[in-house]
């Protein structure tokens, strides 16, 4: 009988990676690490962790909506050109600034969930279609309002209704969105943190709907000389942003 040791092909053997003990450890860390990942916001799990083809598709769509703020697309090739570009530069900055915000909505909503149900994905395309329609009106307001153009009063009421319900859209949009992950608590697995941010998000869009119907309202119906002031309503939304997460910072507190 042979009692030497008979030696393993090296092909033959398991590496040490796939071994029982070191995929068990692994799929311990691998579970420590996403349970622990904050994603950005303390206090809330975010459970969305890769970029999906719906968000991907969702930032090529905001990607092509920005191109179209630009004052032009030519490089100027004489100095005047350069100031009439530089002219529309605060315009273009306000109007990416709400793009921007939207866009970040998005992302939020994406992270904290990641819900891509054929609910969510009819949603999203909604979005997409509003965001990409109201460019331009978009545009149009703040490129007139900081050049100072003559508008007649019909315009500006006809322009403030165009631009409110647009906006009242966008967030309506959302609204569906976060009173989706409101129903759907419970699949979610939110704790009680996450389900009253939920909450507050949810009101946060209804808000800027409420805002949107009010500025239209007064478009619609104050007298020529004073229907610029429906615009004056959107100062409304600060002031909103800062009581309502006061309070709802008080409210979370003890739930820490």
Not at 17 to 32: A, I, Q
Not at 80 to 97: N, Q, R, T
Not at 100 to 117: D, G, I, S
Not at 141 to 161: H, N, P
Request: charged fraction near 20%; glycine fraction near 4%.
């Amino acid at each position: 009988m042979d009692n030497r040791r008979q030696r393993i092909p090296i092909d033959d053997r398991e590496p040490w990676w796939n071994l029982p003990e070191c995929d068990k450890m692994s799929r311990m860390v691998r579970k420590h690490l996403i349970s622990n990942q904050s994603g950005g916001e303390p206090g809330f799990h975010w459970r969305g962790t890769e970029v999906t083809r719906l968000e991907g598709f969702t930032d090529a769509v905001f990607a092509f909506a920005v191109t179209l703020l630009v004052v032009s697309l030519e490089v100027p090739k004489t100095f005047p050109e350069l100031l009439a570009a530089m002219h529309g530069f605060l315009a273009f900055a306000v109007c990416f600034a709400l793009l921007a915000n939207v866009w970040y909505q998005h992302y939020r909503f994406f992270r904290r969930y990641a819900l891509e149900n054929p609910w969510v994905v009819f949603l999203n395309c909604v979005l997409l279609f509003f965001v990409l329609f109201y460019v331009y009106p978009l545009k149009f307001l703040f490129t007139a309002t900081f050049d100072s153009s003559e508008i007649s009063a019909s315009e500006i009421r006809t322009l403030f209704t165009i631009w409110s319900l647009g906006y009242g859209a966008v967030f309506t949009v959302f609204t569906l969105l976060y009173l989706h992950a409101w129903r759907i608590r419970s699949q979610l697995q939110l704790t009680p943190v996450e389900a009253m941010r939920t909450q507050l998000s949810l009101l946060d869009q209804f808000a800027m709907v409420i805002i949107a119907l009010l500025s239209t309202a007064l478009a619609r119906t104050l007298p020529d000389r004073y229907v610029g002031s429906a615009g004056y309503i959107y100062f409304l939304v600060p002031l909103y942003f800062t009581i309502a997460h006061s309070i709802a910072g008080r409210r979370e507190r003890p739930l820490r």
